[in-house]
């Protein structure tokens, strides 16, 4: 065993769960505001990010810590220790502030650059959702895994809207043959795919921090996952303003049904 990476593992999850109190009480009435890149933002989202950034440099001060909400947004950040921490405080800030609990906090540890473990504590179902690549998937209490069975029209598949219509035109068959789910939580779409909840997950619009953490636990859950375009791992630098990292993943017969879809000359 890795006992620094396990170290930091066991502490990760000390750190999530030291704020799940602050995080429910601060629900649906804690005041926003709306940042230039029209995402919303609220005092709980930067408490949380400094409580548990705090948490977790007691223990690893030479750790990379990165966080939409506490890093500088005119500057780089270059990733240069083995371990580092990526974390969105509450991802579907939006819903959180206006009482829909479809939302998150989503805490990635990476090794070299590529998470190795996630943390995503799941509002709505008040549940710690935790596992990496040879530690294994778990939804709360129960070990989890994506979807083994073939698509079909009860298949879930989560999705971010608006959507450009030249992409819309090429997932047309997926929009009219299956059945769409859009939480508002880039993170939950894609950990739901890695437990199981989902077939699958495509999103246009997310960053690396609303990802990291679900990357990690759908290759524990034995997902796929492909970036469409410039792939975000292995991460060498971290900035608030970085461009949107497109993907899809999920079970093994959705991912195998998208890419039929990208890649069809009918479409």
């Known amino acids: 065993m890795d006992k620094p990476l396990k170290h930091r593992i066991n502490a990760g999850q000390v750190a999530v769960a030291n704020q799940v109190e ?7 009435v804690v005041q ?6 029209d995402t919303r933002v609220t005092f709980a989202d930067f408490a949380i990010s400094e409580k548990i950034f705090a948490d977790l440099r007691q223990s690893f001060p030479k750790d990379d810590y990165c966080s939409e909400e506490s890093n500088p947004m ?5 990733l240069r220790a083995r371990y580092a921490w990526v974390l969105d405080p509450i991802d579907g800030t939006n819903n959180y502030a206006l009482g829909i609990p479809i939302c998150a906090i989503s805490l990635a540890l990476l090794k070299n650059g590529v998470p190795v473990y996630g943390f995503i504590y799941d509002m709505c179902r008040k549940t710690l959702i935790k596992g990496g690549p040879g530690f294994g998937l778990h939804d709360g209490r129960t070990v989890a895994r994506v979807k083994s069975a073939p698509m079909d029209p009860q298949s879930l598949v989560g999705l971010h809207f ?11 068959p997926l929009l009219t043959r299956h059945r769409i789910r859009s939480l508002g939580s880039g993170t939950l779409n894609l950990a739901y795919s890695a437990v199981g909840r989902l077939d699958g997950a495509i999103d246009y619009k997310v960053k690396v921090w609303d990802l990291a953490a679900a ?11 492909y970036f469409m375009g410039e792939s975000a791992f292995p991460l060498k630098e971290f900035h608030p303003q970085s461009s949107a990292v497109p993907f899809f993943g999920g079970s093994p017969a959705f991912c195998a049904f998208v890419k039929e879809l990208l890649t069809s000359e009918s479409v």
Do not use: I, M
């Open 74 to 78: 005119d500057e780089v950040q270059k």
């Open 32 to 37: 926003s505001d709306w940042k230039e890149d």
């Open 22 to 28: 602050f995080f429910h009480r601060q629900f649906g």
């Open 215 to 225: 990357y990690a636990l759908l290759q524990a859950g034995g997902g796929e996952f």
């Open 162 to 172: 608006p959507l450009e219509a030249t992409v819309y035109d090429k997932l047309q």
